[in-house]
């Protein structure tokens, strides 16, 4: 079964930065686009990034763009997230996703996923 394990979270200023890690199980990481999704409190988890399985396709919702990247290390089985520039609305709790392999729509599009992690929490202090 595959596993997803994010860590990094935590509570850090407004203006400052955190960067996310998430280590998958298994052998075939290298084969899967990866992304990352946040969610707050009554409100539908909302795309943030994702990345293709060779890093040749990056995309990032419009609230993040040119404040956070993704990245990953296949090596490593790990795809990051930093995260510069905060700000108060990018509290969250935070979910890596495996998208895939068939099927689905496309990279921000939740159903396309079918693994996720448990989560880590964000907060951004005003």
């Known amino acids: 079964q595959v596993q997803l394990v994010e860590s990094g979270g935590g509570l850090v200023q407004a203006g400052g930065s955190l960067r996310l890690s998430c280590v998958v199980s298994?052998?075939?990481?290298?084969?899967?686009?990866m992304a990352w999704f946040r969610q707050t409190p009554g409100k539908e988890r909302e795309f943030v990034a994702a990345?293709?399985?060779?890093?040749?396709?990056?995309i990032y919702g419009d609230s993040v763009k040119g404040r956070f990247a993704i990245s990953r290390v296949n090596a490593k089985n790990t795809v990051y997230l930093q995260m510069n520039s905060l700000k108060p609305e990018d509290t969250a709790v935070y979910y890596c996703?495996?998208?895939?392999?068939w099927g689905g729509g496309g990279y921000s599009d939740v159903n396309s996923f079918d693994f996720w992690g448990q989560g880590t929490q964000v907060t951004v202090s005003s």
């Open positions: 990345i293709s399985w060779n890093g040749g396709t990056i």
């Open positions: 298994g052998r075939t990481f290298s084969s899967y686009a």
């Open positions: 996703a495996r998208k895939m392999a």
